[in-house]
């Protein structure tokens, strides 16, 4: 009998269904794009032409050749993609969920486009000097040296990815800073940093994480969290991030990430053998035109394991919220906080079973709050 409380009462508005379904959509629709454009360009063979004239241009040095197909491959997705995310910037305006100009959206994707072509060429280029020295056990190589630029990508990302597009800043609230050492010093474990996130330059929706390894973990605040909620509803937010502190939940997922890589490297060795020596699609197997059928496999396999990745990610955010309640002296301010939350970000608090399931990793706003009010009744008991 959840439903006549008050508090879990608060049926989804037309408009949070409509605006997460036609989200949803989008996603479905930007995943079938980039699927379809990996197709293409392999059954055309236009990968083929594209390393042509990739190595024309980069004078037959295979690295040149290789970092120029990489900006083409992604210059064409971005053209092709764009139509889509232009239409989600325009969403998030439609529903007064952003009041991002323009300009400074273009600029968001100008620097996205940037970094990820940097980060790609990285990649690539590491992967495919792999491929060419170590031909037989390039995967576990390659699987090997990814895992150690995950550590480091976690490792950097807030002090060095993150202000490419966010400000920071550290928190100057004493009372919060106060509240913030007393639920430390109760975990028995010290965040370094707490940051205020000038998301409100972006969106108006409000969020928090905890980001960063060793000396660059911090739990990061959303200024449209810290100005429109009360202490007591900003500190059942930091109980819920210190709680992915104590559970070590990045270092956790770093973990489930190699399993999950492991597997993805092990299969696209399959793949590309079968399409170099049996189908002959590629000379050899460092033939970079056969990255799209590499970047198909990884698709594919976040595909697969989309279901099982949320559900772990919502394990975590349980463990999190549990971990969160024990350590505030009561549990409405979270729920007013969960029940701000969904208002604000107009998400929807009772998604039907299967979207949760397939998508969030989350667990629904209503969820969350009915566990937190099965807290304070078994509390109350005992
Ligand atoms: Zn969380």
Excluded at 11 to 37: C, H, M, Q, T
Excluded at 120 to 144: E, N, T
Excluded at 281 to 290: G, I, K
Aim: charged content about 15%.
């Amino acid at each position: 009998m959840v439903a006549t409380s008050p508090i879990t009462a608060q049926p989804d508005s037309p408009e949070a269904r409509r605006y997460n379904r036609i989200k949803r959509w989008l996603g479905i629709a930007d995943f079938v794009v980039g699927f379809g454009l990996l197709i293409v360009l392999l059954v055309t063979g236009l990968t083929g032409n594209l390393r042509d004239l990739a190595y024309q241009l980069g004078r037959q040095y295979y690295t040149v050749s290789l970092i120029l197909y990489v900006v083409m491959l992604m210059l064409l997705t971005k053209v092709i993609g764009i139509g889509l995310e232009y239409y989600g910037f325009r969403l998030e305006h439609n529903y007064r969920l952003s009041n991002q100009k323009l300009t400074g959206w273009l600029w968001d994707q100008v620097k996205g486009f940037l970094v990820s072509v940097i980060l790609a060429s990285i990649v690539a280029v590491i992967l495919y000097s792999i491929l060419r020295q170590y031909a037989q056990h390039w995967w576990l190589l390659s699987w090997a040296v990814f895992l150690g630029l995950f550590v480091l990508m976690a490792q950097i990302a807030p002090v060095v990815l993150f202000p490419i597009f966010y400000k920071f800043e550290p928190l100057q609230n004493d009372d919060l800073k106060a509240r913030l050492v007393r639920l430390s010093e109760k975990a028995g474990t010290r965040v370094r940093g707490v940051y205020k996130w000038k998301l409100s330059e972006k969106s108006n929706k409000a969020n928090a994480a905890l980001t960063g390894l060793g000396a660059t973990r911090r739990i990061i605040l959303a200024d449209t969290l810290l100005d429109n909620y009360s202490p007591e509803e900003i500190e059942a937010v930091l109980a819920h991030e210190l709680g992915h502190h104590v559970h070590r939940h990045i270092l956790k997922s770093i973990g489930v990430q190699a399993v999950v890589t492991l597997i993805g490297f092990w299969a696209a060795n399959l793949v590309l053998h079968v399409a170099v020596d049996r189908w002959h699609v590629f000379e050899t197997l460092s033939d970079f035109a056969n990255m799209p059928l590499l970047i198909l496999v990884a698709t594919l396999m976040s595909l697969l394991l989309m279901p099982a990745l949320n559900a772990y990610s919502r394990f975590n955010e349980r463990q999190a919220d549990r971990y969160a309640f024990r350590s505030i002296s009561t549990v409405t301010p979270f729920i007013s906080s969960m029940n701000k939350l969904a208002s604000q970000n107009l998400a929807e608090r009772t998604p039907s079973k299967l979207v949760e399931w397939l998508f969030h990793s989350h667990p629904s706003i209503s969820r969350r709050v009915q566990a937190a009010e099965a807290w304070n009744k078994a509390v109350a008991r005992s």
